[in-house]
């Protein structure tokens, strides 16, 4: 059980860093985004493919009691007149801490030359975390924050916005996943006014599909993230892949976290992808790793691709 004051909320914040879900209260980053960038950045809906729906489960530090786990829903669809709409649900759980996000996508597409275009994306969020207290002992039966409560919820709404210039096989965008500040029952003390809060971040993406002759392939992708009041982190990720059904390749992320990824094309558009992360600094290298698996599937038909009007003509 775990033992709680108004002073002890130390323990779980501390707990909750453990985890390494204080990034993931920011805006949890799974590696999904290797195979749907839509699931990281509203501009990306409905650019690529008509219609798609993708399914994950990461389980972080399998060999931990309690590991962090989270889910995500991702399906994004192309509309007429150069529009996309989406949305993603989002459930992540570390310990007694849980937190759903619900997002809905909007983006708008515009071709200003030859294999030239701009993407504007916009998405409303709304978030809800919980601090379980059922296995909890309140070392102060009279705090009025913990005493007599089996749970403390809170509910907030926020806005997002993406960029993304695209070149052929080039991504660029910038994403602000998060535009304004939300407040939590920390805030009262200034110690934790930035622990466990929604605070402004961004978001940068680059990715490069390398298309030579032949059957083989092979993408680059950069990602930077940086949040207020917390560190800095980046990944980067170089997969090969063959006549667009087989894919592997090796993931680094900060703080030396090693990744293993390959994918798979079970039937005409449905995808499967595993990656497989581990760290030797993470809790002194027993945590037996991260597994994420990811199922879903792409439209492939390009009759129906949303038509891209030429602004300079």
């Known amino acids: 059980m775990t033992r709680i004051g108004k002073t002890g909320i130390t323990a779980v914040i501390l707990l909750i860093f453990l985890a390494g879900s204080a990034h993931s209260q920011q805006f949890p980053i799974m590696d999904q985004y290797l195979v749907s960038p839509s699931s990281i950045s509203p501009a990306f809906v409905g650019k690529d493919v008509p219609f798609e729906v993708f399914l994950t489960s990461r389980i972080e530090w399998t060999n931990?009691?309690?590991h962090p786990f989270i889910g995500?829903?991702?399906?994004?669809?192309?509309?007429?007149?150069?529009m996309g709409v989406g949305g993603n649900i989002l459930y992540n759980v570390a310990g007694p801490l849980e937190n759903l996000t619900i997002n809905l996508n909007y983006a708008y597409h515009l071709k200003v030359a030859a294999d030239h275009m701009l993407s504007f994306g916009i998405n409303g969020a709304y978030y809800q975390n919980v601090l379980d207290l059922t296995n909890a002992v309140i070392a102060d039966p009279n705090d009025p924050v913990l005493a007599g409560r089996s749970s403390?919820?809170?509910s907030y709404f926020n806005v997002g916005l993406g960029l993304l210039y695209s070149w052929r096989t080039l991504d660029a965008c910038v994403t602000f996943p998060l535009l304004f500040n939300n407040k939590t029952f920390y805030n009262s003390d200034k110690v934790y006014s930035h622990v466990l809060t929604l605070d402004r971040n961004f978001l940068v993406y680059l990715g490069y599909l390398l298309q030579p002759k032949g059957d083989w392939g092979a993408h680059f992708s950069f990602l930077y993230r940086q949040t207020q009041y917390t560190p800095w982190s980046?990944?980067?990720?170089?997969r090969a892949i063959y006549k667009d059904m087989i894919s592997f390749g090796l993931l680094y992320r900060k703080n030396n976290v090693i990744g293993i990824t390959g994918g798979l094309s079970i039937a005409k558009g449905l995808k499967f992808n595993y990656t497989y992360e581990y760290s030797p600094s993470a809790m002194m290298g027993k945590s037996s790793g991260t597994h994420e698996i990811t199922l879903g599937y792409k439209m492939l038909s390009k009759s129906v691709k949303p038509s891209m009007k030429d602004y300079i003509k």
Not at 72 to 82: D, I, V
């Open 64 to 66: 931990i009691t309690d």
């Open 152 to 154: 403390i919820s809170e």
């Open 234 to 238: 980046f990944d980067v990720a170089v």
């Open 72 to 82: 995500s829903l991702n399906l994004a669809a192309a509309l007429p007149k150069s």
